[in-house]
């Protein structure tokens, strides 16, 4: 998958990424990549460190692609789904 900032350099508001929870709500790369510019920020001032990792339990829907990005972002290693 490319980095939402590729995509909102080069196509901010065509692309929009469904909520998977049935909400019918939609993001754009841009916003994907604002937010998760949030979050890394936020993981930073909590302390964590490149190499770090994060643990993650919710449900599908767009924020966990914003927490993962954030993470990346981060330096800390994304956490994987557990679903099989």
């Known amino acids: 998958m490319t980095h939402p900032s590729i995509h ?3 196509q901010p508001e065509q692309d929009r990424l ?7 709500k939609a993001i754009t ?9 949030q979050g890394a920020h936020l993981f930073r001032s ?6 770090d990792h994060i ?9 966990f692609m914003e927490i993962c ?9 994304t956490p994987r789904s557990a679903a099989t």
């Open 18 to 24: 469904p909520d998977g929870g049935g909400t019918g």
């Open 55 to 63: 643990a993650l339990l919710m449900e599908n829907r767009l924020a």
């Open 69 to 77: 990005w954030a993470a990346q972002r981060a330096g800390s290693i």
């Open 29 to 37: 790369y841009r916003e994907l990549d604002e937010l998760s510019n």
């Open 46 to 51: 909590l302390g964590l460190k490149a190499g």
């Open 8 to 10: 909102a350099r080069t």
